[in-house]
């Protein structure tokens, strides 16, 4: 079955530093690749999106990037804070379903040492 | 704008207990989701939801049941709870099955002993 997988699993950064998450996915026909942070405690919240009709888009410290042929897409983050320690989940759109159904990866935690 | 809530925030259960969670969200979304988030395996979809009345199955539906009798609620049952089903479930919704983001609650916490 269609299935988003996710690296590195951990990652350990210097406050300032830059971090980098990276995903790949199965389904050719996924279309719409949200990121999601999650802190300690809380339910997943949305931090940028992505649709495969854009290679890029940034959002202040936060940029994701996409590769349809290679089927990857990837989360920037430059001048690490540390509060951007979190779990972070990246997803892809399953299929052309219109269902709005999202595959998960497994995660990556990140922490921002002071 | 309280979003999506999630009742209760923790449970523990013996196991063959049943019970049910109840997810409600206020943003007039169609398209509604119970995902089990699990140590190392990211979300699972359990059953979804594409308006009220509807309800199909996730990628993990056995053992568990779903209603959507009201558009801002849906509600997921463990008939007969067993420790597998140790878990933190998420409910999240969105307005349209078209590229859109999904909003999650906090969760809910359950064990099963």
């Known amino acids: 079955g269609e299935n988003v997988e996710q690296h590195p699993s951990t990652l350990s950064v210097q406050e300032g530093d830059s971090a980098v998450i990276k995903c790949t996915y199965s389904?050719?026909?996924?279309?719409?690749f949200p990121w999601y942070k999650q802190e300690l405690g809380k339910g997943p919240q949305l931090i940028i999106d992505i649709r495969s009709n854009v290679g890029e888009k940034k959002d202040q410290r936060i940029a994701v990037t996409l590769n349809k042929t290679a089927k990857h897409f990837s989360l920037h983050i430059t001048e690490t804070q540390p509060e951007d320690s979190a779990v972070y989940f990246c997803a892809a759109s399953k299929g052309s379903s219109n269902t709005g159904k999202l595959i998960f990866g497994q995660g990556t935690t990140l922490q921002v040492k002071p | 704008n309280a979003g999506v809530t999630q009742t209760p925030k923790f449970r523990v259960l013996k196991t063959g207990q049943s019970m049910t969670l109840l997810c409600a969200q206020d943003?007039?979304?169609?398209?509604m989701y119970w995902y089990r988030q699990d140590p190392g395996m990211g979300l699972r979809l359990i059953h979804y939801s594409v308006g009220e009345g509807t309800t199909a199955k996730g990628e993990v539906p056995d053992g568990y049941n779903v209603s959507r009798l009201k558009k801002q609620n849906f509600l997921l049952g463990l008939e007969s709870a067993a420790p597998s089903q140790t878990s933190v479930y998420f409910c999240a919704s969105t307005n349209s099955g078209e590229r859109q983001p999904q909003h999650f609650g906090d969760g809910t916490r359950l064990s099963i002993l």
């Open positions: 389904d050719s026909a996924s279309n719409y």
């Open positions: 943003m007039n979304h169609e398209y």
